[in-house]
């Protein structure tokens, strides 16, 4: 099993920039990928980014350029670095693993991003 907590959500202008979390913890040597997925009201979760084992990125068309996935491998940790915010990422934003021959999928609970206009 592995457990995603995310945090860094939160309320921030249009332009701004905020940094989103995510600590695995668990059975986390499996792990061959992490993303970032959101969930806008009335809309399906979609990919924002995700970062493999190798650190191979692949981000949404909508994000490229503004949002910036990582990892520290030392802390468990992936982290989504979201700068030139607009309205229209308002929305969850949730913290996924694959993990295992398998391929199980993990996710967090989820952080709230609002952007004001």
């Known amino acids: 099993q592995v457990r995603l907590v995310e945090s860094g959500g939160g309320l921030v202008q249009a332009g701004g920039s905020l940094r989103l979390s995510c600590a695995a913890s668990?059975?986390?040597?499996?792990?061959?990928?992490m993303g970032w997925y959101r969930q806008a009201p009335g809309k399906q979760r979609e990919l924002v980014a995700t970062?493999?084992?190798?650190?191979?990125?692949n981000y949404a068309d909508s994000v490229k350029g503004r949002f910036t996935i990582s990892r520290d491998n030392a802390k468990n940790t992936v982290y989504l670095q979201m700068n030139s915010l607009k309205p229209e990422d308002t929305a969850v934003y949730y913290c996924?693993?694959?993990?295992?021959?398998?391929?199980?999928?993990?996710w967090g609970q989820g952080t709230q991003v609002f952007v004001s206009s």
């Open positions: 996924n693993a694959v993990s295992g021959y398998y391929r199980t999928t993990y």
């Open positions: 970062i493999a084992i190798n650190y191979k990125t």
């Open positions: 668990g059975t986390i040597f499996g792990i061959n990928a």
